[in-house]
């Protein structure tokens, strides 16, 4: 069992060009989400989605866009890429959305540069 | 919501227990607190989890106050490997899971 797989593993972007950024998990889980983490602000939520076919905004999601159309992926774009966009990301999983006792699981990341 | 403080760094003797401490004086009587670690440039890991009672699995032990505003994660045998951000998060209702900027634990040889 793989868990959480995300491509690429890093990528170097040019200002305004197109990128998505992929996420796949293998657990069946119902609920994922999408976080850019930067250097002393921690991990911040993008975007997630409880169920296949929902989405809703996290803390951050200006820029960003996601979508959901099975359980297995759970794709970031961003339509036109900025310097201030250049982070890690994360994806995660987890089997419930909105149950304090669900536990998210962590893909290992994209470490993404906008120039 | 509630809200995390956690020292930024600590340093512990390896085989020695590594304590790390976390303050949640406003948390609700509903919500979870968690502890995640993040080794350089992977991705956080989940380590445990609790409501009211101490809590052990094979990672690390969980200390909640009585009162619930405070707890401690506990590595019993700290090793190299265990050297990472660990993150202190209380629950929030949805599917919101805030992190803030953790504990840099150092163990040391």
């Known amino acids: 069992i793989a868990g959480i797989t995300q491509a690429p593993t890093s990528q170097i972007l040019a200002a305004g060009r197109r990128m998505t950024l992929r996420c796949t998990q293998d657990?069946?889980?119902?609920?994922m989400y999408w976080y850019r983490q930067d250097l002393g602000l921690g991990l911040r939520l993008i975007h997630y989605?409880?169920?296949?076919?929902?989405?809703g905004k996290g803390e951050v999601p200006d820029g960003y866009s996601v979508s959901r159309a099975n359980t297995d992926d759970f794709p970031l774009t961003l339509a036109s890429a900025v310097p201030s966009q250049t982070s890690v990301y994360f994806c995660?999983?987890?089997?419930?959305?909105?149950?304090?006792?669900?536990?998210?699981?962590f893909g290992p990341g994209t470490r993404l540069t906008v120039l | 919501d509630a809200k995390t403080t956690q020292p930024p760094s600590m340093d512990c003797a390896e085989g020695r227990a590594a304590n790390l401490p976390c303050n949640h004086s406003?948390?609700?009587?509903?919500?979870?607190v968690y502890w995640y670690r993040q080794i350089h440039s992977q991705g956080p890991q989940y380590i445990i989890h609790?409501?009211?009672n101490n809590e052990t699995n094979e990672m690390a032990s969980l200390i909640i106050t009585e009162d619930r505003k405070s707890s401690t994660l506990i590595l019993p045998h700290a090793t190299l490997r265990d050297t990472a951000v660990y993150y202190c998060?209380?629950?929030?209702?949805?599917?919101?899971?805030?992190f803030g900027a953790g504990t840099r634990l150092t163990v040391k040889p």
């Open positions: 989605s409880n169920t296949a076919g929902t989405t």
């Open positions: 406003t948390i609700s009587g509903n919500e979870y």
């Open positions: 657990m069946r889980h119902n609920a």
């Open positions: 998060i209380v629950r929030l209702d949805g599917s919101d899971m805030r």
């Open positions: 995660a999983s987890s089997t419930l959305a909105g149950v304090s006792t669900d536990t998210q699981y």
């Open positions: 609790g409501l009211k």
